[in-house]
């Protein structure tokens, strides 16, 4: 892959939940986490869901930063942003697991 | 001798030099950050000693010295000013030790794919050295032909920003290097790196990996 300075990022946050916190979280995620992810450059581009097991649902947040630049400026106002460090570790007491995958555009598609 | 990376607000480039013929001293260079560092006092100074370098003639007592036990570098000799960067981290405690070398591999494997590294070495810090406050754990330098290079293709590659940089971001659940950490990048006139590890006795052949 080559650098561009343009390379939109693909950033896709995967929570998977007991499915009777899915709704509450959500709530919590729209009202404390979305907010200040706007201000940080983070695109909100969707939501989907689909059931991970029998009792759980995997949330899948896609999201979409300018560049790498805009990218690392981010990670840097939610390092130094407390509701952020705690949102993730009130998700995290409750998921069953996390990932977040952090990806380029093609280059055809910057 | 022991490699150090030292932090202090100011240099005085005539006591560097001065430092350079001492006796007990193997290497060294200093430059104030440049702009865009982060996490600094306002320069660094690379130095190879075995005395405490806070003995030294010159150097600040309020200086923090950072001891350096050097697992992996390579050399790319080239002539002529160049930009030295210095990434000082701290792995979170805890971390499996198993982790922690996985982190390690990642980033040795940056320079295979981010052509403007020139010389670079990956070092644990010298717990047996170090000030017992000091909490980090491992420095990541390298040098660039110019500014560029560390500004442009070093930050702009996607190997670092999709795949490296998860041990770093707080949001992925993959991270173990703690948010403070001090980006700092200074101009050289000549090789640090190389003349540093010719110096030390834990400088490595070229091309060193774990």
Same mark, same amino acid.
């Given at each position: 892959m080559t650098t561009d300075i343009d390379r939109r990022v693909h950033i896709v946050d995967h929570v998977v939940l007991p499915a009777a916190e899915v709704g509450p979280w959500l709530d919590r995620w729209r009202t404390t986490y979305l907010p200040g992810a706007q201000v940080r450059g983070m695109q909100h581009v969707g939501i989907a869901q689909r059931y991970a097991g029998p009792a759980s649902v995997e949330v899948r947040v896609d999201w979409e930063v300018a560049g790498p630049y805009a990218f690392y400026g981010m990670r840097g106002q939610a390092a130094a942003d407390p509701t952020v460090t705690r949102f993730w570790a009130e998700t995290d007491a409750l998921a069953t697991s996390r990932d977040r995958s952090v990806s380029a555009a093609k280059e055809d598609d910057a | 001798m022991t490699r150090w990376v030292l932090l202090t607000a100011t240099v005085d480039q005539e006591q560097v030099a001065a430092l350079a013929a001492h *006796? %007990? =001293? #193997?290497h060294s260079s200093a430059g104030a950050d440049l *702009? /865009? &560092? =982060?996490? #600094? !006092? /306002?320069a660094v100074w690379d130095l190879v000693t075995d005395a405490d370098p806070r003995s030294l003639p010159g150097v600040p007592a309020d200086a923090e010295a950072v001891p350096l036990v050097t697992i992996a570098q390579q050399d790319v000799p080239f002539d002529g000013p160049r930009i030295k960067r210095t990434l000082l981290l701290t792995v979170a405690d805890g971390t499996p030790d198993e982790v922690v070398r996985r982190f390690e591999q990642d980033t040795i494997a940056m320079p295979d794919h981010i052509s403007t590294i020139r010389s670079w070495a990956l070092s644990r810090v010298d717990t047996s050295l170090a000030d017992a406050s000091t909490r980090r754990t491992h420095v990541w330098e390298q040098e660039f032909v110019d500014a560029d290079g560390l500004n442009g293709e070093y930050l702009l590659h996607p190997y670092h920003w999709t795949y490296v940089d998860n041990w770093f971001? *707080? %949001? &992925? *659940? !993959?991270h173990i290097v703690e948010p403070a950490i001090a980006h700092l990048y200074r101009a050289a006139a000549g090789p640090v790196l190389l003349a540093q590890m010719s110096a030390s006795s834990t400088g490595r052949p070229n091309a060193s990996r774990p």
């Open positions: - | *006796p %007990e =001293v #193997g *702009p /865009g &560092s =982060v996490g #600094g !006092r /306002g971001d *707080p %949001e &992925s *659940p !993959r």
